[in-house]
């Protein structure tokens, strides 16, 4: 029942921009840290961004200044807007919702992010 699922990937080229969105089912999403992650081919995940239940944000050296996470608890969305893309930034994007009282991550199915000329 409870469900996290990103939408929005897609195929942009060098310097295009791209919003994705994650909407959850099954939680009450006002509680949970949110965060997007990335997994690139034959690479490790890692962290992109996260924003707290106060609307703390944090982002990854490589992403400041060209994304920005948002959330919209009303909506149980959780949003991230990408500009100026770089090809390195393909990778699969996943939207993960973490409760610290359980120490408990759900992941989405994740959507793909295909920067290329």
């Known amino acids: 029942q409870v469900q996290l699922v990103e939408s929005g990937g897609g195929l ?3 310097g295009g ?3 994705l969105s994650c909407r ?3 939680i009450m999403s006002s ?3 949110m965060g997007w992650y990335r997994q690139a081919p034959g690479k490790d995940r890692e962290w992109v961004a996260v924003i707290g239940t106060g609307n703390l944000i ?3 050296d490589s992403v400041k ?3 920005t996470i948002s959330r919209d608890n009303r909506k149980n969305t959780v949003s991230l807007q990408m500009n100026s893309l770089q090809r390195e930034d393909t990778a699969i994007y996943y939207c993960c919702a973490y409760l610290p009282k359980t120490d ?3 992941w989405g199915q994740g959507t793909q992010v295909t920067v290329s000329s």
Do not use: A, H
């Open 104 to 106: 408990n991550y759900i």
């Open 17 to 19: 921009s791209l919003k």
């Open 58 to 60: 944090k982002y990854t």
């Open 65 to 67: 200044g060209r994304f």
């Open 12 to 14: 942009v080229q060098p």
């Open 31 to 33: 509680i949970y840290n």
């Open 24 to 26: 959850s089912s099954g």
